[in-house]
């Protein structure tokens, strides 16, 4: 029976992967687990992985070159539990014909309500009169902002920024959408420019793909654009925001806040110097830390080891061309 070595620590097991696709799993072949409660190195993880056909790694364990160029010749296929794999080399991979591989956005519900949550805790001050009521103060209410006739401009129109635009329409928004390689005829959502979203939206919510093209999309520049009543978030990835830029332009009191569920802290987490503020409200990259969400992408990844097991090509392959080592699978 064909090994896997699942890579997650004993706490991203229980949040990211869960009792029953670790059964599942189980049932297809023989598991190995990470019990060192560490992250593995690219060193550490070629140790790990001897003997193993299969690693099933989560989105923090790297697969640079160096763990490439020491994998155990049995390795066959890198499975991320995750959409993203940009800490994944997969040209490494594919010289040595290992099998890359993602998994689904099943988060894509999750990520959205979060978004309208922030939107709700930033338009109504609810953190700040949360925090000064813990700390004994009666504060002084203020006007709020409610969804129902504010802007919503949604930079990036991918499935998260889809369902997010439906839920704007649905609580009587105006959605305004940027996404250049879409043709959008929604009903209730509006096509426009980048800089039309940014000057004219009161919630901006950034949800763009993130790359070198769109690296600090979110400049000195693009702020100076916004109005001064209105909220910056981000639900993406942290090294779209120039975030020494976003810290003058909160300083400058040029937007009225922001929130953030990402960062260029380790794991994609805020940064702590933004998130401390008190006008930013922060969450530690659990957006799409529910249940519902973090079954279904390590589902995706047992779908993916019957698959390969069955002699087949699994969905979300990254480097199909360049993987002969599943012929392994074929015996």
């Known amino acids: 029976m064909p090994t896997v070595l699942l890579t997650h620590t004993p706490d991203m097991l229980a949040n990211y992967y869960g009792e029953r696709a670790l059964s599942a799993l189980r049932a297809l072949c023989d598991v190995r687990l990470n019990e060192t409660g560490k992250v593995l190195d690219a060193a550490a993880l070629a140790k790990a992985a001897q003997g193993c056909e299969i690693i099933v790694s989560d989105r923090q364990t790297p697969g640079p070159a160096e763990f490439f160029a020491q994998a155990p010749s049995s390795l066959a296929a890198f499975l991320r539990v995750a959409v993203d794999i940009r800490n994944i080399d997969v040209p490494a991979a594919s010289k040595i014909g290992v099998l890359v591989t993602h998994a689904t ?34 504060p002084e209410p203020r006007m709020g902002r409610q969804l129902s006739g504010a802007t919503l401009g949604i930079l990036g129109y991918g499935a998260i920024g889809q369902h997010l635009a439906r839920i704007g329409v649905v609580l009587g928004m105006k959605v305004l959408v940027v996404d250049p390689f879409k043709t959008i005829t929604e009903p209730g959502v509006t096509q426009v420019s980048f800089e ?47 975030e020494k830029a976003l810290e003058h332009t909160l300083d400058a009191k040029l937007i009225a806040g922001a929130a953030m569920d990402v960062g260029r802290a380790p794991d994609q987490k805020p940064s702590l110097f933004l998130a401390k503020r008190a006008d930013v409200i922060a969450t530690p990259h659990t957006a799409g830390l529910t249940p519902d969400a973090a079954e279904h992408q390590a589902f995706d990844t047992v779908n993916q080891v019957k698959e390969l097991l069955a002699g087949r090509l699994p969905p979300g392959a990254a480097n199909a061309d360049a993987a002969q080592r599943l012929s392994v699978f074929r015996n």
């Open 196 to 242: 039309d979203a940014v000057a004219q939206s009161d919630f901006l919510v950034c949800l763009v793909v993130a790359n070198e093209q769109t690296e600090n999309l979110m400049n000195a520049a693009t702020f100076a654009r916004m109005k001064k009543t209105a909220f910056f978030i981000n639900v993406s990835r942290g090294n779209l925001v120039d």
């Open 105 to 138: 956005p099943g988060f894509i519900a999750s990520v959205a309500e979060q978004a309208i949550g922030y939107m709700i805790d930033l338009g109504r001050h609810t953190l700040d009169y949360t925090n000064q009521y813990h700390a004994g103060r009666d």
